[in-house]
């Protein structure tokens, strides 16, 4: 477009200027080797952009002639890098449909028409075509070929990650990660699996310090950079609690900072001044998480925050914490469990049923069970108790990846991922799914076949009802014998009988030889668990 504006200003450039020849005539004389030439000023003037038109055109044409070798040569020559990344285009392609033929063949084509100095995505297709026919030996050595090309070392790193991760080495692929983390700690594969690495090691700092670089570039978000900091500071507070108390005491402050309603952070920041005679300061974080989400651990903290305290005074503690959050199940369960120490059974027991009516689960009927143990010493409703606990749900507890832990722990233990555990219910027992008769359980009826017309009939045999005279001891007793059913007697059953249904079982109730007084004087006298 552009050109065109120019050219045309040229040409309206020219018509103005012969025009304003054409208005004002005159003549030029030129003498040339004593010869006189006059011609109009016109003339003169058309003869002239003639002259520079020729001259311009013949310069035009000897430059062509000059530069045809290179024009043709460079021709051929765009012809076949098109023809090449056509050929690249189609096996990515390929590759990513896992046509593995088709894959090499376009390679092979593509390495002919382009060389792979000038296009590195050559080597990539390679390794991919490689991957898809199986050779990872031959793949792998394609990607550590790479690592010498400071363009293509990334992708290198990667393959040979990836090809760590399918061999279950995890050693080799946290360290390709850690390289690639080194060059570029923009990649999120590298950035995670380095992190499981410093935190499976305990390297807290160096793991804090990746999560800041994981923050700078944007790579998690900030409500995720920050639970992921919470949850390292409350691992290094843990690490260092008995060793440097004060920078124990200094992460858990930061990691209850950053999640205050972070049970484990609130715990190990409460624990840490505790231990420094600090029990008002400690007492609200404890508080504050409480009312966040009540956790246990957060209770029995609370409740032995001073170690002279006496049972009562733990007893006011653990109903303080019950006043901060009500009409719920671990409030009143913290209530019952400071109130059994303080024997205070009425207490204990009248919030252990409250416990089981806002949240039926085990824990709930082992505690009943202490305080029927403690208080009555009836066995007969303590195994009672024992029963329901086995059959309710369990308790809430640290879950990660299938693994149930009764302490918080930073990583997972199976995959070593990084704040993977959860508190809740772990899954239910097999045995919690099966109900039993008497809570509504249909149970199937076989029909059983129906009585031969041709057999006579068997007569049950009567009880003999206890303090009855037993007589005729001599008596004929055939009409005891039950008849064995045969083949032929199978075989004369009608098609249209009907079917008799069985009579139902009674239900046997498991013997209970009862509580060898030995064994009874040696078991503790409450705190049943079951596992």
Do not use: C
Not at 123 to 138: F, I, P, V, Y
Not at 502 to 528: C, H, I, W
Request: charged share 30%; net charge negative.
């Amino acid at each position: 477009m552009i050109r065109l504006l120019a050219f045309l200003i040229v040409v309206f450039a020219l018509g103005l200027g012969f025009a304003w020849l054409a208005d004002r005539p005159g003549d030029m004389v030129v003498t040339f080797n004593g010869y006189q030439y006059q011609v109009s000023l016109m003339v003169a003037a058309v003869a002239i952009v003639a002259v520079v038109a020729a001259v311009m055109i013949l310069w035009w044409l000897i430059r062509s002639l000059w530069n045809s070798p290179y024009t043709i040569s460079r021709y051929f020559r765009v012809r076949r890098r098109d023809r090449g990344y056509q050929a690249l285009s189609t096996g990515m392609i390929a590759a990513g449909a896992g046509d593995g033929a088709l894959a090499r063949k376009k390679t092979k084509e593509a390495a002919k028409l382009i060389r792979s100095d000038q296009e590195p995505l050559i080597h990539l297709l390679e390794a991919q075509a490689s991957l898809l026919e199986g050779d990872h030996e031959g793949a792998r050595q394609k990607f550590e070929s790479m690592l010498d090309d400071p363009e293509m070392r990334l992708l290198g790193l990667r393959g040979l990650y990836l090809e760590a991760e399918r061999l279950g080495d995890r050693n080799a692929a946290r360290h390709y990660a850690g390289r690639a983390a080194a060059v570029a700690p923009q990649l999120a594969w590298a950035a995670e699996s380095t992190l499981e690495e410093l935190t499976a090691r305990g390297d807290w700092d160096g793991a804090l310090k990746l999560v800041d670089a994981q923050k700078s570039t944007r790579q998690i978000e900030r409500d995720a950079a920050n639970r992921r900091r919470a949850v390292l500071l409350t691992a290094k507070a843990q690490s260092l609690a008995d060793s440097d108390p004060n920078a124990a005491r200094t992460a858990a402050l930061e990691a209850n900072k950053l999640q205050p309603d972070f049970a484990p952070a609130a715990v190990a920041a409460a624990a840490a001044l505790f231990k420094q005679n600090d029990v008002r300061k400690g007492s609200k974080i404890l508080e504050t998480a409480w009312r966040a989400e009540p956790h246990p651990e957060i209770a029995e903290l609370y409740t032995h925050a001073r170690p002279g305290d006496a049972v009562l005074d733990r007893l006011n503690r653990a109903k303080k914490l019950q006043e901060m959050k009500k009409n719920h199940a671990e409030s009143s369960m913290t209530v019952a469990r400071a109130a059994l120490d303080a024997q205070d059974f009425s207490t204990a027991r009248s919030e252990a049923e409250a416990a089981i009516r806002m949240d039926r689960r085990e824990g709930a009927y082992l505690l009943l069970a202490d305080i029927e143990e403690a208080e009555t010493g009836d066995q007969g409703k303590v195994r009672q108790l024992l029963s329901k606990a086995v059959r309710a749900p369990r308790d809430p507890a640290w879950v990660a990846d299938g693994v149930v832990s009764e302490r918080w722990a930073p990583v997972s233990p199976v995959t070593g991922r990084l704040d993977a555990f959860e508190w809740r219910a772990p899954m239910e027992r097999l045995g919690q799914l099966i109900d039993s008769r008497d809570e509504g359980t249909t149970v199937p009826v076989i029909e059983a076949l129906a009585k031969p017309a041709s057999e006579k009939p068997i007569d049950a045999i009567e009880p003999v009802a206890a303090g009855s005279e037993t007589t005729g001891k001599g008596t004929d007793r055939s009409e005891d014998q039950v008849t064995p059913v045969t083949a032929a007697a199978f075989a004369a059953v009608p098609a249209d009988a009907e079917a008799v249904e069985p009579a139902e079982e009674l239900t046997r109730l498991p013997d209970d030889p009862g509580v060898d007084p030995d064994e009874e004087a040696e078991k503790s006298p409450r705190r049943f668990r079951l596992f």
